[in-house]
């Protein structure tokens, strides 16, 4: 038995999928979730899209919810780098202010906050090639102009996973914001954004959260939100959306704020529903199972004589591996895979593995199995 059912998968009718770091697939509910939606506006238009609009403060409820937040502090966007962009946009920033980061984010997680670089912040980089964002490195890295310190919580090039409670500590000892890109853990594991003492958290749907693509969310603490500028108004930021022409009337308090104009609808439902249909399930036992296939897989891919990309060990593994093998292109080899019917991601640095809560061990056998 897996955590999640692979009854509501139709992908496993013909494939053997462990992409889901890259674009996850929709369970059959949520599926069932967005028909209801596009048949409603099909027939009714503005009568069927309403009942859906008043619905967005109970998927935002219910997205708070799910990582330990309450729905006034959650925004619903289109993108990671939209979601980031609410933050560096939003930071009262000095000259001389300094961003803390890794430099192998993915770029969604990155190019907001490099923008910054033209007002006169100061970007620096951890070089993870030789050490990886851990509390010690981060404690050197601090210094007296640190206002941010922003990490993926899973890398999406290796998997390496990051221990949010310990850095966020260290961040605001020394008076720091702690941001948090958290599209590769979330959907695979829980995470207590207030409990872990994050001041932002925020992703996109469409990988581990088994939701539509371009939707996306951010979570932002209270005590920082109070003291965001809203950096992409729109006319959904106002405290009287409705009151169209009062123009001069003050934002909204609410994170909600930040959604700027007409949020996806159809993208907010399908990360709702996928949330309902994780917390039908045991998601501590998602998190076990998917380190059960990957370590699997790594045991396996060790006896290839595998180069695994980042190390795993207790708080560090995650649902992502990469690897190459000795004397094989990567790249064919991931096309090899694809004609065999087993999903990856294959680039020249190597092949990355992500199965979820509905993969099995036969299914990461049958990729080694192929492999060898």
């Known amino acids: 038995m897996t955590p999640l059912p692979r009854s509501e998968f139709a992908v496993t009718d013909r494939l053997v999928y462990l992409n889901h770091a890259a674009t996850g697939v929709l369970p059959r509910s949520t599926r069932t979730a967005l028909e209801g939606f596009l048949q409603a506006q099909a027939e009714g238009g503005v009568l069927g899209t309403f009942p859906y609009e ?10 708070g919810r799910f990582i330990g937040a ?23 920033w000095r000259e001389g202010d300094e961003v803390v980061l890794c430099d192998n984010e993915f770029p969604a997680n990155a190019i907001p906050w490099l923008a910054l670089r033209k007002r006169g ?9 030789r050490e990886r964002m851990t509390p010690d490195v981060l404690e050197r890295m601090m210094t ?36 948090v890109d958290g599209i590769q853990g979330l959907g695979a594991f829980p995470v207590d954004v207030r409990a872990a003492g994050v001041d932002a958290f925020y992703g996109s749907g469409a990988k581990w959260m088994l939701a539509l693509q371009g939707v996306a969310f951010i979570y932002v603490a209270s005590e920082l939100r109070d003291r965001l500028s ?31 104009g007409t949020p996806n609808f159809l993208g907010a439902l399908s990360l709702a529903s996928s949330v309902e249909f994780f917390e039908k399930h045991d998601r501590n036992g998602v998190a076990a199972h998917v380190l059960a296939l990957t370590d699997h897989l790594v045991e396996g891919l060790q006896r290839m004589d595998a180069q695994i990309a980042a190390p795993r060990g207790e708080g560090i593994s995650s649902g992502i591996v990469t ?50």
Request: aromatic share 10%; proline share 4%; glycine share 8%.
């Open 230 to 260: 809203t950096g992409m108004p729109g006319w959904r930021s106002m405290s009287d959306m409705w009151d169209f022409l009062n123009y001069e009337q003050p934002y909204e308090k609410e994170a909600s704020r930040f959604e700027g």
């Open 323 to 372: 690897f190459t093998l000795p004397g094989r292109d990567p790249v064919e080899l991931g096309r090899t895979l694809q004609r065999e019917g087993i999903v990856t991601t294959y680039r020249a640095s190597g092949i990355r593995v992500a199965p979820h809560g509905y993969n099995t061990l036969d299914e990461i056998n049958r990729l080694l199995e192929t492999l060898a």
């Open 54 to 63: 008043v619905r967005m403060p109970q998927f935002r409820a219910a997205l």
């Open 144 to 179: 007296p102009r640190t206002r941010v310190v922003t990490v993926s919580w899973v890398s999406f090039a290796d998997g390496y996973r990051h221990d949010l409670a310990e850095l966020a500590e260290i961040a605001h000892r020394h008076g720091a914001y702690f941001c």
């Open 121 to 129: 912040v100061v970007m620096r980089m951890i070089e993870t090639a």
């Open 70 to 92: 309450s729905g006034d502090e959650i925004a619903f966007l289109r993108s990671t780098s939209e979601t980031a962009n609410v933050l560096a946009l939003g930071i009262d």
